[in-house]
């Protein structure tokens, strides 16, 4: 963890057709050889996404994008693999180089229907010999301020700059917010079953520990088994106990009345995602029934192991809950499914991999077609009965 994790950068990406320059403006803009450039259309055959420091915005990564007038053989992959960017996108750049196309316009009310910034760019205009002209019927019929770049001469990169600099300024969200304070003396129960990596802790115990220790809280870690040992050496309970969901229901048992309780999955759905929504969706737990279908949706991409949470934990929980005829279907990774609409309830994992915008936009999609859909921690919690003795 030597670097911010990719899923806490804030992700810009480079929309246009085949060489409208977005490689060469990615090389200019971060001084580096980053992507790819060539005159031939279609260079950029895949998305490709780097990560980088950049001054006055910190922390990024740029997605560097397949030109979407793409008309070779594997275009249309490329395309949709382009369209699937779109959902992780916080800020959009998109190049135009000459008269609006139809396909330009449909790919800029798609971002703005996203409630994604997006910066319009008059791109080569070292190359554009009517450019005030083209400037103006641009913007009369985009409706939107464009900037005129060059990655050759440099022309406009520093109101490039600063209009990322705009565009990227968020609310800050923090992962223990309102929970606790400084002083406090939080407990960590964190299990090391075979799913567990070798010699290392996942990602939201890494962010959580680091937040913890920057609130200037005391913190205590341990296993499951080792948790009744750990309480007895504290002079008194600690003021919070975040455990791993798939034990929420054993450290129930064993938590002081005093110490309030949560899990890592659930304060991930608070960072990242709609709590609220969250909620609400376990509501639909209670209705499923034999002919019921449930998609159980992971973030990562990881081989799946004997005591998987998403594949092998969660889904036995859910059947033993319910019913063991429910049907489950697991997605992994970018695999989450156009139409929702055969599905009964949506359970969706921490999504540590994953920015706040990918997140909120699984749960957009889930809202516009009707579809109930809730997190790992809050279903588990909902199943074993304890989520409104839960903090979240």
């Known amino acids: 963890m030597q670097q911010r994790p990719q899923s ?55 997605i560097d994008t397949p030109g979407f007038d793409d008309k070779s053989v594997l275009g249309e992959q490329r395309v949709a693999q382009t369209i699937k960017v779109i959902d992780r996108v916080d800020v959009a750049l998109l190049l135009l180089t000459d008269d609006v196309t139809d396909e330009e316009m449909r790919w800029y009310k798609e971002l703005k229907a996203r409630d994604i910034p997006v910066i319009l760019l008059l791109a080569q205009v070292d190359r554009c010999v009517e450019r005030d002209e083209l400037s103006m019927r641009i913007k009369e019929k985009m409706g939107h301020s464009l900037i005129a770049v060059s990655a050759i001469t440099g022309e406009g990169m520093d109101e490039l700059r600063v209009a990322l600099q705009q565009a990227v300024q968020r609310e800050e969200r923090t992962i223990l917010q ?117 998609l159980i949706a992971e973030a990562c991409t990881h081989i799946p192991q004997n005591e998987d949470i998403g594949r092998v934990k969660l889904p036995a929980l859910l059947r033993r809950k319910i019913s063991p005829m429910l049907h489950i279907d697991v997605v992994s990774g970018n695999e989450f499914p156009q139409d929702l609409t055969t599905y009964d309830l949506v359970i969706h994992c921490g999504a540590c991999m994953f920015n706040s915008r990918h997140v909120l936009n699984r749960i957009a999609r889930a809202r516009i077609q009707s579809v109930p859909i809730t997190n790992y921690g809050i279903a588990i919690a909902a199943l074993t009965g304890i989520l409104d003795r839960i903090e979240y």
């Open 8 to 62: 806490e950068r804030v992700h810009i990406a480079f929309f246009g057709r085949c060489n409208s320059g977005k490689s060469t403006l990615i090389n200019a803009l971060t001084g580096q050889n980053i992507a790819v450039v060539s005159d031939v259309s279609g260079t950029t055959t895949d998305s490709v996404s780097k990560s980088i420091e950049l001054p006055g915005i910190g922390a990024c990564v740029l």
């Open 178 to 294: 309102g929970l606790v304070e400084a002083g406090d003396t939080v407990m960590l129960i964190m299990p090391q079953d075979a799913s567990a990596p070798k010699g290392r802790l996942i990602q939201p115990q890494v962010q959580t520990i680091r937040e913890l220790l920057d609130r200037q809280c005391t913190v205590i870690s341990s296993t499951t088994e080792g948790m009744p040992a750990a309480l007895a050496a504290l002079a008194a309970p600690p003021r919070l106990i975040i455990t791993d969901s798939q034990v929420f229901e054993a450290v129930y048992r064993l938590k002081p009345e005093a110490s309030r309780l949560t899990s890592f999955s659930v304060l991930f759905a608070r960072y990242k995602g709609d709590i609220t929504t969250f909620v609400e969706g376990a509501k639909m737990l209670s209705c499923l029934t034999d002919n019921s279908r449930v």
